[in-house]
């Protein structure tokens, strides 16, 4: 069976795909001390409480941070007896190639959204992804990424706000119920929570005014949920977006070997 493994800034995602569906996922920070061995066993322990005897002999791995990568590596081979296949390498194949600037490293998870939501919806989409930076993935007709915006993440920015202001205190991202707060934390959640529903909202309308055709927007990362909520800003959210293009590179570079 295949591990798929979804490593962002905060958090890595590890799922087991049986080739029909996700049978179990889980998630940890991602910490780039962290050895092979660690892995194994923080994994197995979590595979064994849930009772799920998947023999693993292959593993796909997606990372935004390049340090971790080695230990993974480690960890595959070691535990798994296999090379992984780690995307945004050189003998990792994409169903379409990227069209942006020569030497741009684009990010593995913008590749990798790329990927499963053209597999789901087709061309033409806005992915938003709300992982530790706000990442907006344009897939033109064709399925390839062809760039797109880089935003400060919601809780990078309330951090922002706590770190550089000595009276600003710490501050959990929350849906504030008024624009105007009454209080010190109400008016840093609002300006953060309303100030990004006006950032996606001005985001998608000029990307498609750029791109000239209509798109749907697909939303997606940890925080997500928040906004699919609040306006109709989104055409679908999917929280396994980024796992689910895991398997379709996957299958791409099995079927294409
Ligand atoms: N269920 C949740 N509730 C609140 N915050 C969350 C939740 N899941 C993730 N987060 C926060 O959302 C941010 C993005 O998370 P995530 O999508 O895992 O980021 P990344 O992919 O960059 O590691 C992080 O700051 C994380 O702490
Ligand atoms: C923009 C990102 C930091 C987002 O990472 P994340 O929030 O998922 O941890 C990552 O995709 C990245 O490091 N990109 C490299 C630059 C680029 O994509 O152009
Ligand atoms: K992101």
């Not at 990372?63 to 590596?73: E, G, H, Y």
């Not at 710490?170 to 609002?190: E, L, Y």
Request: proline share 4%.
């Amino acid at each position: 069976m295949l591990l798929a493994i979804d490593c962002g800034n905060t958090n890595t995602v590890f799922s087991i795909w049986d080739g029909t569906e996700f049978i179990a996922t889980w998630r940890t920070s991602t910490e780039w001390q962290r050895t092979a061995d660690q892995y194994y066993v923080w994994l197995s322990t979590l595979m064994r409480f849930q009772e799920i005897d998947a023999v693993i002999d292959e593993v796909i791995i997606s990372s935004t941070v390049p340090r971790v990568v080695w230990n993974l590596r480690v960890f595959a081979d070691r535990y798994y007896n296999c090379r992984p296949l780690v995307v945004g390498k050189a003998d990792c194949l994409l169903p379409a190639d990227p069209r942006v600037d020569e030497g741009t490293q684009v990010g593995p998870d913008r590749l990798v959204n790329a990927a499963g939501a053209f597999d789901r919806h087709g061309g033409n989409l806005i992915v938003v992804d709300f992982g530790t930076a706000t990442t907006f993935d344009v897939v033109a007709e064709d399925g390839a990424y062809v760039g797109g915006v880089i935003a400060p993440g919601v809780n990078l920015s309330l951090e922002a706000l706590h770190s550089a202001a000595a009276a600003l205190p710490h501050v959990d991202i929350t849906k504030p119920q008024a624009v105007i707060g009454t209080n010190t934390v109400a008016c840093m959640q609002s300006g953060v929570f309303w100030g990004y529903i006006g950032l996606v909202r001005e985001i998608c309308a000029r990307i498609k005014a750029e791109r000239g055709v209509p798109m749907q927007v697909i939303s997606t990362g940890g925080l997500a949920p928040l906004f699919q909520q609040s306006e109709p800003l989104f055409n679908a959210f999917e929280d396994d977006l980024t796992i689910h293009g895991l398997t379709v590179i996957h299958k791409y570079n099995k079927d294409n070997a």
